[in-house]
């Protein structure tokens, strides 16, 4: 036997355990009694628990390295993340910049317009009004030449001062009517060259809109002459439920629009309403009418529709084109509409 001190120590000396005395008392209160082979097991134990301690710190400080791993990848995708976000901002800032400005062009363009326009009204009536004075004078002028029964230069006649005097009046408005040409003359070129800028906006309204998605709103970008496909799906699905009526609808759509792009079909024909004269769809159309028996009103309506748009808005091309549409009333946008719609969507993101 040998003994373990309550402190972990051991003593090689077994019999002073079993000592009555001081010694042996003392043993007793401050050492354990133990076999060889208890304490040969519990140091096994011992060395046991450390392997396993030492594994179990081992897989900590894996586990730590795999976290600094994970950490350094989040904060890394945080920074480029938040570059990108910077990015961005910086990108909208410049862009609302950017907007505003075109926006603050425009309103002063439209104005300019304006004072052009009412400018070129004053003229035109001022023009309007001298010619018609002119008229009348050469009417009175040919009255007096025809009272008259000898020539215009004989002295002493009050008819040939009458006469004299209006060859130097319309002479005057004659004079007149020239330095308001050379007036209007420049302001048509204005009027011009303003109605292009306007167009240049329009074109860049729809070139900024073209990408953002319109939800809600009532101002957007409509492909004009695009046929509608749904109505085609609508039809063959109704006629043939199988999962070939997409494709199918979506081969006659295209066909359809080949056809409606075609400038040689010309499916109108001209009516007088209210003293003036509109082109209109021809119901009697062959085409059209078989188009109408064989697939229904919806698909009728949506070919008429494209051809409608595309004969008002671009005839001569007849191809679809883009344009600035009001959706709520279904008509162009006017360039005022538009930038109240893009100031209210500037305003609400500010927000």
Known sequence: MTF???????????????????????????????????VNREDVERKNKLVALA??????????????????????????????RDELHQAYVEGTRQMQCIIEDIEKLKLDLESQRKEYLQIENEKKKLIHENKKMKQKLKLMKGKLKVPKDVGGDNDGK?????????????????ELEEQYHPLVDREHKSNNEL????????????????????????????????????????KFPSSEANAKAAEMCTSWQELVNNASWHPFKIITSDGKLQEIIDDNDEKLKGLKE????????????????????????????????????????????????????????KG
Not at 65 to 84: A, F, G, L, T
Not at 215 to 238: C, E, T, Y
Request: charged residues 30%; contains cysteine.
């Open 199 to 238: 167009q240049e906006a329009r074109k860049e309204f729809i070139k900024g809109l073209s990408d953002v998605k319109r939800g809600r709103g009532s101002i957007g970008i409509k492909r004009l002459g695009d046929l509608n496909v749904m109505p085609f799906r609508n039809a063959w699905h109704q």
């Open 294 to 349: 064989e697939w229904g009103e919806e698909v009728y309506t949506a070919v008429t529709t494209a051809l409608l748009e595309l004969n008002e808005h671009n005839p001569s091309g007849r191809y679809p084109i883009q344009e600035l549409w009001n959706f709520t009333v279904k008509r162009k946008a006017s360039l005022k509409e538009v930038i109240q719609h893009v100031s209210k969507r500037l305003k609400n993101k």
């Open 4 to 38: 373990q001190s309550r402190n972990g120590t051991e003593s090689t000396s077994g019999d002073d355990y079993n000592n009555d005395g001081v010694l042996g008392s003392y043993l007793h209160k401050n050492r354990v009694l133990k076999t060889i082979s208890v």
């Open 162 to 178: 009458a006469i004299d005097f209006l060859y130097k009046e319309l002479q005057q408005r004659k004079n007149e009517i020239e």
């Open 55 to 84: 594994n179990e710190v081992d897989v900590k400080n894996q586990r730590l390295v795999e976290m600094e791993c994970k950490y350094n990848s989040i904060e890394c995708k945080y920074n480029s993340i938040s570059q990108e």
